[in-house]
């Protein structure tokens, strides 16, 4: 399994970004996808995650109502719209597969991680 995440780059404070991460070697339809960030001397935090299908999707309050995760399944791939950026966004981001089963919030319930890319948002 492997995912590709990229878009990241440096933005203005109010700019947006879209973020892309395309997976392979996986059935990539079965499993929920998330969004995970880290900031310098922080820990990795929950941003963002969504059902195999779609139908569902769940957010950190910290970015809900600016941020929007989707997918598409056809192209293997799994998105995170960010608007309204803010500089406490600046994080590498990581997109990741969830087990099976498990919470869409924990960390430790996502099996595969992307490489991450950097998100920097400036004031």
């Known amino acids: 399994v492997q995912l590709q995440a990229y878009g990241g780059g440096l933005v203005q404070a109010g700019g947006s970004l879209r973020l892309s991460c395309v997976a392979s070697g996986v059935t990539f339809s079965n499993y929920a996808m998330g969004w995970f960030r880290q900031a310098p001397g922080k820990e990795r935090e929950f941003v963002a995650a969504i059902t195999w299908s779609g139908s569902s999707t769940y957010y950190a309050d910290s970015v809900k109502g600016r941020f929007t995760i989707s997918r598409d399944n056809a192209k293997n791939t799994v998105y995170l719209q960010m608007n309204s950026l803010k500089p406490e966004d600046t994080a590498v981001y990581y997109c990741?597969?969830?087990?099976?089963?498990?919470?869409?919030?924990?960390?430790?319930?996502?099996?595969?991680w992307g490489q991450g890319t950097q998100v920097t948002v400036s004031s």
């Open positions: 990741s597969r969830r087990k099976y089963y498990g919470s869409y919030y924990d960390s430790r319930d996502f099996d595969y």
